[in-house]
C-alpha cells in the first residue's frame, strides 16, 4: 500500500483506497484523547524519523530507539504545538534532538555503517566503505535528504513534509551532497562516479 502525503488518499497498486486523515485533523483528535489519531500519526511517520535518526547516529538500532523517544516526546509535547498541519516538520525537530543527545550518551561516532542500499549493491568492500565513508562527510542536513531520498525511498513531497522545506531546496541539497559523494569517491580513486 503506498501513501500519496499530499493529497491524504492511500492507494493499493493503481486502485484509490480511501482518503486520510490529514496531520492537523490526526493532531485534534490525539489532543482530544483519541490514541488512534497520534497512532496512525506514528505508523504515517516513524520510517523517516528513522530515517533522519539513522543519519545523524549511523546505527540502525539506535535510531530506531531515537525515533521512539521522539514519538515519545511529541506525545507530551503536543498542547505546545502551535501549526498543527506542520506536524511532520516540529517531530523532525524534536527527532533531531533525541538522537543528537542519544549519539552523546552513548558516545557514538557519526558513521553510515548501516546504508543497506548500498550494500545490497555488487560492489566491491572498498566502494561501499568509499561511499559510507563519503556520507559521513557529509553535512547533517545533506545525510538527512540522502537517508530520506535513497535509504527511506521517499519522495520529494514526503520529504518537503517532513524537512518543510520546497521541492526546490531539496532538490538543491541533493544536488550538493551528490555532487560531493562523486568528488569524494573520485579523490580516493573511483573513476566516472555519476550519482
Not at 490526526?26 to 482530544?32: E, I, P
Not at 506525545?75 to 504545538?81: C, H, Y
Not at 498543527?84 to 552523546?104: G, M, P, Q, S, Y
Not at 544536488?175 to 566516472?192: D, H, P, Q, S, Y
Amino acid at each position: 500500500m503506498k501513501v500519496d502525503r499530499q493529497s491524504n488518499i492511500q492507494y493499493l497498486g493503481r486502485k484509490k483506497l480511501v482518503p486520510q486523515k490529514s496531520d492537523s485533523a490526526l493532531v485534534n483528535g490525539a489532543l482530544a484523547g483519541d490514541a488512534d489519531s497520534f497512532t496512525q500519526l506514528c505508523r504515517r511517520y516513524y520510517p523517516a524519523m528513522v530515517a533522519i535518526a539513522h543519519s545523524i547516529i549511523g546505527d540502525r538500532h539506535l535510531a530506531e530507539d531515537a525515533a521512539q523517544q521522539a514519538f515519545a516526546d511529541a506525545v507530551r509535547k503536543l498542547p505546545q504545538l502551535r501549526k498543527k498541519e506542520k506536524f511532520a516538520a516540529w517531530l523532525t525537530v524534536i527527532c533531531r534532538n533525541a538522537a543528537f543527545d542519544l549519539a552523546r550518551k552513548t558516545d557514538v561516532a557519526r558513521a553510515s555503517n548501516d546504508l543497506s542500499s548500498v550494500a545490497a549493491e555488487p560492489h566491491t568492500d572498498d566502494m561501499v566503505q568509499a561511499i559510507k565513508d563519503a556520507v559521513t562527510g557529509l553535512s547533517v542536513s545533506e545525510r538527512e535528504i540522502i537517508f530520506l531520498r535513497f535509504y527511506d525511498g521517499m519522495s520529494y513531497g514526503e520529504i518537503s513534509a517532513v524537512l518543510g522545506i520546497s521541492n526546490q531546496a531539496i532538490n538543491g541539497r541533493l544536488r550538493r551532497a551528490k555532487k560531493k559523494i562523486a568528488m569524494l569517491l573520485t579523490r580516493n580513486g573511483f573513476e566516472e562516479v555519476s550519482l
